[in-house]
């Protein structure tokens, strides 16, 4: 199983930019659907964008947010840009086996997790 590890959290301003990254450790990341994922307080854990051999998007980041892959460190990055305050939230990132496109966004298509990074977007 593919370990994952969260960086690049913290506190900004309304309409600024934080550039998350998921390393992953124990086996190669390109193999993997990558998602990220978000949970907010009270709230359940949504998906955020996804990667394999495409690239998958929430309506609510879509155009504000880019997920690439990086293979040869191993790492997936979150670009997040134009950030506001309800993408305050601890941000996962997720690896999982090939899945139909259809079923990226579902947590439970997902075997191994990051402990997460906080992000949060003052207004």
């Known amino acids: 199983q593919v370990q994952l590890v969260e960086s690049g959290g913290g506190l900004v301003q309304a309409g600024g930019s934080l550039r998350l990254s998921c390393a992953a450790s124990g086996r190669t990341i390109s193999s993997y659907i990558v998602g990220w994922f978000r949970q907010a307080p009270g709230k359940e854990r949504e998906f955020v964008a996804g990667?394999?051999?495409?690239?998958y998007y929430a309506e609510s980041v879509k155009g504000r947010v880019t997920i690439s892959r990086d293979n040869a460190k191993n790492t997936v990055a979150l670009q997040m840009n134009s950030l506001k305050a309800e993408d305050t939230a601890v941000y996962y990132c997720a690896a999982g086996s090939p899945m139909p496109s259809a079923r990226v966004r579902y947590t439970d298509q997902y075997d191994s997790w990051g402990q997460g990074t906080q992000v949060t977007v003052s207004s």
């Open positions: 990667i394999g051999r495409s690239t």
